[in-house]
Nanobody, 122 residues
């Protein structure tokens, strides 16, 4: 099991940027694929981005492709989500997730953070 703590959420105007961080503790961080999901009010939790254990394979959901960038620093046990050109449709609680065999779906995720709120004003 790995414990995850997100940070970096907040309120930003449309067109702005935020960088989310997720600090991991517990078992070997580099053994886990890492990902970000988001959940808007009244909607299901949706996949945003994932990164492989070594960081050489990246996957993005269509709505964020070209605007968001996922990265990881295995020496710091941290995964990041750089979010640019934000729109009000990006408003949601963002969750960090870890999975030993991938993390592109909610069912693959084995551990979750508590979430961080991102609000984009128009």
């Amino acid at each position: 099991q790995v414990q995850l703590v997100e940070s970096g959420g907040g309120l930003v105007q449309a067109g702005g940027s935020l960088r989310l961080s997720c600090a991991a503790s517990g078992r070997t961080f580099s053994s886990y694929a890492m990902g970000w999901f988001r959940q808007a009010p009244g909607k299901e939790r949706q996949f945003v981005a994932a990164i492989s254990r070594g960081g050489n394979s990246l996957t993005y959901a269509g709505p964020v492709k070209g605007r968001f960038t996922i990265s990881r620093d295995n020496a710091k046990n941290t995964v990041y989500l750089q979010m640019n050109s934000l729109t009000p449709e990006d408003t949601a609680v963002y969750y960090c997730a870890a999975g030993r065999w991938g993390v592109s779906t909610t069912s693959q995720a084995e551990d979750w953070g508590q979430g961080t709120q991102v609000t984009v004003s128009s």
